[in-house]
């Protein structure tokens, strides 16, 4: 029947099939007409309700219950885009004026019932970050890790199979004032000096000198950064 009354009104052979065809297609496939003002003023309600909402469930919910899990209450703190995952044992202390994106992923360490991550003044950490602690992780003041960065405390699972079940955790250190690009890979406990800047897509291995641009894979020394 469903198909029967389809293809009538596909023919078009009367009014009534020509008019229901212009009615299906315009649901399909219609639009209203320009209405710029009033679409414009019905895009900025929208916008300013976004920003209202997202407002109070960062100032009710998000801020309050990541503030729970800090060792200290964290002043000027701010989120964007919800609530950070935080698994596994891990002590949480983050200095002022910090800001994390809330699709970012903190772990502990699950062999280690004391890790630590310290994050500093200043610091902004961006989408979709994964930093996972083997023993302790500290981030230094003013200290920018764009999206999309992986920050390893322990270096996961040995090549030997003897050695899969005992990765090798230490202390990871970013100094102050670095910056990690889009898309880097500290897959290791490594220490990163001050100011260093490391490129986007860099695979670090291994310490990095102070005031350097450090990239590659894996990562290397490129040149020495004016101070």
Known sequence: MINTLRR???KQDSVVSQLLYRI??????????PLTILYKFVYL??????????RCMNLFIYLPMLQSQLTQYAKGLQLENGMPLIAGPVSISI???????????????????????????????GWQTGITVGTKVIIGNNVMIAGRTMISGHSGHGVSIDERDNPKMADLVIEDNVWL???????????IGKG????AGCIVTKDVPENVLFGGNPGKVIRYLNT
């Open 8 to 10: 009538n009104i596909k």
């Open 24 to 33: 299906v297609k315009f649901a399909k496939y219609g639009q209203l007409p």
């Open 45 to 54: 309600c929208y916008k300013l309700m976004g920003i209202a909402f997202h």
């Open 95 to 125: 200095g002022n004026n910090a800001c994390l994106n809330g699709a970012m992923s903190i772990h502990g360490h699950p062999d280690n019932e004391q890790c630590q991550l310290v994050i500093g003044d200043d610091c902004y950490i």
């Open 181 to 191: 690009c889009t898309n880097c890979h500290i897959v290791r406990p490594v220490h």
């Open 196 to 199: 260093s800047v490391i490129a």
